[in-house]
């Protein structure tokens, strides 16, 4: 019954949301389909629109026009009560004139659902959040993460057909936090249910995704898989929003890239002509000593300085035309012992297959 | 325990002893500090409080002779219109006070769901009557609901009933002009409560499947309650010793327990029995106040069950 959630998961249709506040755009043209049972995170800075999405998805916020299907069925105009979505809020949310076990079996009396099947589904909830025996507890009486499991089990134990969950981690300390990740990956593994997270920490939505929806200003600007979103970005703010870049303004003409003076090597087809940048994630830098070997770019460059931070070092370089590029590696004994000198001429490399474009806005 | 077979410092002392003296004097020196500071309040309770209660209970116990009886109290018991001016006082507080919890809980509640700038506007109109003198406004109302008052003289000029109305010098003049003065006590603590109520468990009832009447009913409602209880005490026993508005609008026929103590004292001039009056309604207030703090202390602090 509890476990079953996968059979029971359903497909969101997100088609054509339009959300203005007082004149004023927040949600632009939006779609977005989200698989049954995929872990789909919305991932933006604030003002970003995707707390709104989320709103509009539990019912709280009307758009102003678009559609929700939820397996084929439209609910955008159905009051939030009906639709059967499961969420977790961002400061928990629970009843506190409520115990842990009322706070959970809420959403089931609401239901009518029998005493004892209630008793029965709230132990099973508190089980699976790992809470057992904690049911006659007050709220005050919780901890921060024990708060949270209780959020996550009232918002399950009713099996919803989605689960929506609005920065949920976010009030935890760092590494309760880390930890709530896994638990919660593992818990949407073994139920399956479809879930819509939003947050604006970039790792906890590479942590915890099937798939990120990278949000920016109203829009979606690319939704993909985390290894994809990371190793090929297709807009500068993502780039710039998942992990550490650089960017370094590259022309294409004449059907090839070119920095400068030098045609990149890149596995890519080229783009359009005219300006574009290149994305430089820092682990993707090395230096390489004079002799160039196979698919490599080469970047001259000179040292500004190198931080030693234990398990890696961070060299901080300037480019021929001034502009800043950070290079990080892993101190091993090799690397640690040909480290360069701030100041000293160096040349940077970057392969071939590394080498990624995006529009110069 | 021995203190020579305990291992000593380099002075020859035992360990654990180090500065006890100069530390324990210096926790004396800190109490007596405080102590000082805390003397002026201390002293102005006792002047103010204990002193005219305990002046009060003394004068309760002596009859009109000046002896030494229980006669003032003893009064209580024999006399029935002492009883009924105790029974007129409890149903004129128990309701005004259901007035008030009828008329304040919507009005709270419509200044909690409010933007904040209209709510701010709108208590400004809650909190105007009390710069008004309690006086002024009860005199306002006998105007308004006397015989030939404004009420009376529309309705009739409306047709709408043929003889005026009753609503002035009797107890329904009392409980509209006292519910009209006290609403305000149970408004404002009632909204402040009202205001810390988490939207999102709001939204959160109505996520899990609870109807817009019944989120209300089952975390809204219960959310308020330490506000409600809060302004239904202090509404309650305000008017337990209400004087100028009974006395005003109830026109000799609405006796109540603040009233009889003046006309005993300042009528008859039995400050003994003047001062049992008031050491009644003392007690019985104070018995309320502890009866209510259980009731709703177990309510609000505890798990609110509605199996």
């Not at chain 1, 995929?38 to 995707?50: A, Q, V």
């Not at chain 1, 994630?281 to 190198?306: C, F, M, S, W, Y």
């Not at chain 2, 010793?241 to 109830?250: E, I, K």
């Amino acid at each position: 019954m509890l476990l079953s959630l996968a059979q029971s998961a359903l497909p969101i249709a997100i088609g054509g949301i339009e959300k203005r506040f007082g004149g004023v755009s927040v949600l632009h043209d939006l779609g977005l389909d989200v698989a049954a049972g995929e872990f789909l995170t919305l991932l933006g800075p604030s003002g970003s629109g995707k707390t709104t999405l989320l709103m509009i998805l539990a019912g709280f916020v009307r758009a102003n026009a678009g559609s929700i299907k939820v397996g084929g069925e439209e609910i955008i105009t159905m009051p939030p009560h009906r639709r059967n979505i499961g969420m977790v809020f961002q400061n928990y949310a629970l009843f506190p004139h409520m115990n842990v076990f009322h706070n959970i079996a809420f959403p089931l009396k609401q239901r009518r659902v029998s005493a004892a099947e209630t008793a029965e589904r709230v132990e099973r909830a508190l089980d699976l959040v790992q809470l057992k025996g904690l049911g006659e507890r007050r709220v005050d009486q919780l901890s921060g993460g024990q708060r949270q499991r209780v959020a996550l089990a009232r918002a399950i134990v009713f099996e919803p057909r989605i689960v929506l969950m609005d920065e949920p981690l976010s009030a935890l300390d760092k590494s309760l936090r880390e930890h709530m990740q896994i638990e919660l990956r593992n818990l949407h593994r073994r139920l399956g249910m479809t879930t819509v997270y939003v947050t604006h920490d970039q790792r906890e939505a590479i942590t915890m995704s099937d798939r990120i929806a990278v949000m920016n200003a109203g829009r979606i600007e690319q939704i993909d898989q985390p290894e994809v979103l990371y190793a090929r970005p297709q807009t500068k703010f993502v780039a710039g929003f998942i992990g550490e870049s650089s960017f370094i303004p590259v022309e294409c003409r004449n059907g090839s890239v070119w920095y400068e003076d030098r045609k990149l090597r890149m596995t890519t087809a080229p783009p359009s002509a005219g300006r574009h940048l290149m994305v430089v994630r820092p682990e993707k830098l090395r230096l390489i000593n004079g002799e160039q070997t196979g698919d490599v770019n080469a970047l001259p460059a000179i040292v500004g300085d190198v931080i030693y931070q234990g398990d890696s070092f961070v060299c901080y370089a300037t480019l021929k035309d001034g502009r800043h590029v950070t290079l990080r590696d892993y101190c091993r004994s090799d690397v640690l012992a040909k480290l360069p000198a701030p100041g000293e001429p160096i040349t940077l490399g970057i392969d071939a297959q590394d080498v990624v474009l995006v529009a110069d806005q | 325990m021995s203190v020579a077979s305990a291992s000593l410092d380099h002075a020859g002392r035992p360990y654990g002893a180090i500065n006890a003296d100069a530390l324990a004097a210096d926790a004396r020196r800190e109490a007596r500090g405080l102590l000082a500071l805390l003397s002026p309040g201390l002293i102005l309770v006792f002047a103010v409080i204990v002193v005219p209660i305990g002046w009060l209970f003394w004068l309760s116990l002596f009859d009109e002779a000046g002896q030494l009886s229980a006669a003032n109290y003893a009064r209580f018991f024999e006399q029935a219109s002492y009883i009924k001016t105790f029974v007129t006082t409890f149903k004129v507080a128990f309701t005004v006070t259901g007035a008030c919890v009828l008329f304040g809980y919507p009005l709270a509640y419509m200044l909690s769901q409010l933007p904040r700038r209209a709510a701010g506007i709108c208590l400004i109109f809650v909190i105007l009557p009390f710069w008004t003198s309690v006086l002024v406004r009860t005199y306002a109302w006998l105007v308004i609901l006397q015989r030939k008052g404004l009420v009376n003289t529309w309705l009739m000029d409306l047709g709408v009933i043929g003889q005026p109305l009753p609503l002035a010098n009797n107890f329904t003049g009392v409980v509209i002009g006292m519910t009209h003065i006290m609403l305000p006590f149970l408004v404002l603590p009632l909204y402040a409560s009202m205001k810390t109520i988490d939207v999102d468990c709001l939204r959160a009832g109505m996520n899990l499947g609870a109807s817009p009447a019944a989120t209300f009913r089952q975390i809204f409602l219960p959310l308020s309650f330490p506000g409600l209880a809060s302004g239904v005490v202090i509404v309650f026993v305000l008017c337990l010793g209400f004087f100028v508005t009974p006395a005003l609008m109830g026109g000799g026929k609405v006796i109540m327990w603040a009233m009889r103590m003046e006309q005993t004292t300042s009528l008859y001039s039995n400050w003994g029995a003047g001062a049992a009056l008031g050491v009644v309604l003392l007690a019985v207030t104070l018995a309320l106040l502890g009866l209510f703090q259980r009731l709703l202390g177990a309510r609000t602090t505890g798990v609110w069950s509605s199996r």
